[in-house]
């Protein structure tokens, strides 16, 4: 194993083995991370330089431009049936006039469905990207007026509101093998449904009636789920609108040797408190305390109002659209 980066450490310990035949041999040119690596002996043998000669195979785990500066040293030390490979994020190289070697070609798209999906795709891209910076905004003056209004109802005497602080749950999951879906790793869909089912059993403790999902705002897959992996997932309330709950869980991973903690998946689903019929119904109001439920409070706030300028926008171009075919039958 060349190089001991993120990549490069999280494949070591993948493969460290009891096994005694089976010896892996780390070479990490910076000091202190060689320090690091001996400290959680995630290899049998560390080195600053390449002494290779006894590897049957060398992966190197590097950025490319230093793998390709590693390939001529590193396979002059190999053993002629050695396997050389490497863990490279990306497989092209960039030369000093800007061309690309290796670049995979554009897709191609063959009628106007495929097009418009293209279209579709780079723009829910370009919104997220959207509101991912306007998520870091400062509050504008009516947001700042909003939020403390919420804060000074809180200082009022004979206070009785529900504070997010206070419409937190969180459960914790083994993975085995039947959520297998490719060798090693969990299907995504079950990790889903289990933070679909977290975040529905969470609104329910503050819809005064029935709680049903409307949309689902927003899923992220971070990093891939592996069995043994325990999970912690934990659902919030982070807002209420006038007959809608705002749901966002997090599931955070552990690998089972404790080595790797990293939140691997996060969502935003929707809810609307409806009654026996199916009519929605008003919610009472939630109360965010600190920075952090304000910055979720706000980014949920925010998703609120564009959806409703999208739906009235909508709403007004229906409704153009309707007057102008009644004008052209009226022509006609």
């Given at each position: 194993m060349v190089g001991l980066g993120i990549k490069g450490g999280s494949l070591a310990r993948a493969l460290r083995s009891p096994d005694p035949s089976r010896r892996l041999i780390a070479v990490e040119p910076h000091r202190s991370t060689r320090e690091r690596a001996s400290a959680d002996t995630i290899a049998d043998l560390l080195l600053p330089a390449p002494a290779l000669a006894e590897c049957g195979i060398v992966v190197l785990c590097a950025p490319v431009a230093e793998i390709l500066e590693l390939l001529d040293p590193v396979s002059q030390q190999m053993a002629d049936e050695a396997i050389l490979t490497?863990?490279?994020?990306?497989?092209?190289?960039?030369?000093?006039?800007?061309?690309?070697?290796?670049?995979?070609?554009?897709?191609?798209?063959?009628?106007?469905?495929?097009?418009?999906?293209?279209?579709?795709?780079?723009?829910?891209?370009?919104?997220?990207?959207?509101?991912?910076?306007?998520?870091?905004?400062?509050?504008?003056?009516?947001?700042?007026?909003?939020?403390?209004?919420?804060?000074?109802?809180?200082?009022?005497?004979?206070?009785?509101?529900?504070?997010?602080?206070?419409?937190?749950?969180?459960?914790?999951?083994?993975?085995?093998?039947?959520?297998?879906?490719?060798?090693?790793?969990?299907?995504?869909?079950?990790?889903?449904?289990?933070?679909?089912?977290?975040?529905?059993?969470?609104?329910?403790?503050?819809a005064p009636d029935r709680p049903v999902i409307l949309r689902v705002n927003r899923v992220n897959f971070l990093q891939p789920v592996r069995l043994g992996d325990k999970l912690h997932f934990v659902s919030r309330v982070v807002y209420m609108g006038s007959t809608s709950i705002c749901v966002e869980v997090n599931i955070e991973r552990v690998s089972r040797d404790r080595v790797t903690r990293a939140l691997s998946n996060t969502g935003v689903f929707t809810f609307v408190n409806v009654d026996q019929g199916m009519i929605p119904r008003s919610v009472p109001p939630v109360y965010p305390t600190t920075y952090a439920e304000d910055a979720r409070y706000l980014e949920a706030y925010r998703r609120n109002r564009r959806h409703r300028a999208h739906q009235s926008s909508r709403g007004r171009f229906r409704a153009e659209t309707s007057a102008e075919r009644k004008d052209e039958n009226t022509i006609s």
């Open positions: 490497d863990i490279a994020p990306v497989k092209e190289v960039h030369h000093r006039d800007g061309s690309l070697e290796g670049a995979l070609p554009p897709l191609e798209y063959a009628d106007d469905l495929e097009n418009r999906r293209c279209s579709k795709a780079i723009k829910r891209r370009e919104n997220y990207r959207k509101q991912q910076a306007a998520a870091a905004e400062p509050p504008s003056r009516e947001e700042y007026t909003h939020l403390s209004r919420i804060h000074a109802a809180q200082d009022h005497p004979g206070f009785s509101g529900r504070l997010v602080s206070e419409l937190v749950t969180s459960n914790w999951e083994r993975m085995y093998p039947e959520q297998e879906n490719v060798p090693q790793k969990i299907f995504g869909g079950y990790l889903i449904r289990r933070a679909f089912e977290l975040a529905s059993i969470n609104a329910e403790e503050i």
